[in-house]
Every structure is written in structure tokens, then in C-alpha cells.
């Protein structure tokens, strides 16, 4: 019987094969959703499916987009913001 930790529904069951021939059973957190644009909701490009601890483990360069708002707006989302930025300055 496995620890009653262990037990919970939020944990999805992933079955291996032992070199031993025996098929056992792991317990892991599911993997979490995509991450999407804050303004127009698409999934993110350049952004890995990982939990938070094993982000920390990846590099730097791995873990987002290296430009503004990097991980946080798409690239046409981040195109209209600083067009519109542009324009707000020229107007002043």
C-alpha cells in the first residue's frame, strides 16, 4: 500500500517497467497548462510546459523569451504595444 500522501487524485499515475520485468506505479504532479498572452489569449511560443521547480533547473535562455514582456504577450500583441507607444510619443 502506497503512503496515504500518495493517494490523492491530484497526482496522476505513470506506469514503468522495471529492468526487473515488474510494472510499477509513480506518482507525479500533472504537467500545467500552456501559458497564454495576457492580452489576447494565445498559447505562447517559446515558453516549456514545466512546474516552477523545474524551471529552476533549466537555463536562462530555456526559461522565456529574451525580449520585453518576454513570456507574458504574443509577438503581435507586443508589435501593436509598441507601435502604439511609438505613436503616443510622436504625438507629444
Known amino acids: 500500500m502506497v503512503k496515504p500522501a500518495l493517494r490523492s487524485r491530484s497526482l496522476r499515475r505513470v506506469y514503468r517497467r522495471t529492468p526487473g520485468g515488474r510494472t510499477v506505479v509513480h ?6 497548462g500552456r ?9 505562447l511560443a517559446g515558453v516549456p510546459r514545466v512546474r ?9 535562455s530555456r526559461k522565456r523569451p529574451n525580449r520585453p514582456y518576454g513570456g507574458v504577450l504574443c509577438s ?9 507607444a511609438a505613436i503616443k510619443q510622436a504625438l507629444q
Open 52 to 60: 516552477s521547480v523545474e524551471l529552476h533547473g533549466l537555463s536562462r
Open 27 to 32: 506518482y507525479e504532479r500533472g504537467r500545467p
Open 76 to 84: 503581435s500583441c507586443l508589435a501593436n504595444a509598441i507601435a502604439r
Open 35 to 43: 501559458a497564454v498572452c495576457t492580452v489576447c489569449g494565445r498559447p
